[in-house]
């Protein structure tokens, strides 16, 4: 069983401009694809078309049958939307249940609930749940219905970090084995559940590939500032020109664990900024014209001159250098 998805939606909000997506995937069985970007990139947009919600041009094809005049409720998805939509009205149990009354085959609501840490919660209505107890209500609506694939619509946003960290571990037991498209801004949740990644833009797919493809080998400037890459145009740093074994005139993406720094090394820098994130420090140096991100265990102080250590293999060209005039 494969997804395969190459159509082209308009929507248009109230008050607002219209919003265009010309965009393909393709998951493959036991696939999970993350489709990352900013938002108001037409993540959202697109899972939804593919999901049924939205008219479009081009086709969606699961398995190779067409699904494009097929309704949501029949085209064999199960949907985990960003903000739950839960039935309010409806116990826990019975939104569980939803599905049966479109599927013949789903599966028992309490032993779902149970499976996923919340079986207790059965008689419960949804506005009396945590936001993390809800979304594994929601995950659990989805799962219910046996689908061939799940469409996830950022379902840790909302999260407070330890609830986030909790179900992202969750969804990677669930995801293991299932063939998914999982929509999120969050680079974290994307290198922890993808198999592959598509990095969505202005409604389009820029690039797609492994985690280690898109992190490490970024195709432009905008793909690498999104995956925490330092973006570096070559003729703006001199200093960093001369260590790198790429091209001048070029822009490299440099991760930030590829650079180190201490009383000696390739490049002298000073700190411009410390920012402790959880169990390491981002540091932020300046080198020529530049400012440069690495990571450190131990803070050094802002102002302090240090030395920086470049590896080439974290350096990665990521806009070829212009044609010469012919």
């Not at 001369?242 to 490049?267: C, I, K, Q, T, Y």
């Not at 020529?288 to 240090?306: L, R, S």
Request: aromatic fraction near 6%; hydrophobic fraction near 40%.
């Amino acid at each position: 069983m494969s997804l395969h998805a190459d159509l082209t939606a308009t929507f248009t909000a109230e008050g607002a401009q219209s919003f265009r997506v010309d965009a393909e995937i393709e998951v493959e069985r036991g696939e999970s694809l993350v489709i990352l970007g900013p938002s108001g990139s037409g993540k959202t947009l697109f899972l939804e078309t593919v999901a049924g919600f939205h008219s479009h041009d081009g086709p969606v094809t699961l398995s190779g049958q067409r699904m494009d005049d097929t309704p949501p409720e029949k085209r064999d998805f199960g949907f985990v939307f960003q903000d739950y939509a839960l039935f309010p009205h409806m116990t826990v149990r019975e939104n569980v249940d939803f599905g049966s009354r479109y599927h013949d085959d789903t599966r028992d609501a309490d032993a779902l609930l149970t499976e996923l840490g919340v079986g207790e919660l059965v008689d419960r209505y949804p506005p009396t749940l945590s936001g993390g107890e809800q979304q594994r209500v929601a995950l659990a609506r989805a799962l219910a219905v046996r689908p061939e694939v799940m469409l996830l619509d950022e379902p840790l946003a909302a999260l407070d970090v330890p609830t986030r960290q909790s179900l992202r571990d969750d969804l990677a037991d669930v995801l293991a084995d299932a063939t998914a498209v999982y929509v999120t801004h969050n680079r974290t949740t994307a290198r922890a559940l993808a198999d592959r990644i598509a990095v969505m833009n202005d409604g389009q797919v820029v690039q797609s590939g492994t985690p280690e493809a898109v992190f490490h080998r970024p195709n432009s400037p905008m793909v690498a500032r999104f995956t925490g890459s330092n973006v570096i145009d070559l003729e703006d740093a001199p200093s960093i020109r001369s260590v790198l074994d790429v091209p001048g005139d070029d822009v490299v993406a440099l991760r930030p664990e590829a650079v180190g720094f201490g009383p000696e090394g390739d490049v002298r820098a000073t700190v411009e900024r410390v920012i402790r994130e959880d169990a390491t420090n981002r540091v932020t140096f300046a080198v020529d014209d530049v400012a440069i991100d690495a990571f450190a265990d131990e803070a050094p102080a802002v102002g302090e001159e240090v030395w920086l250590t470049l590896s080439d293999d974290g350096a990665h060209v990521c806009r070829p250098p212009a044609a010469s005039p012919v």
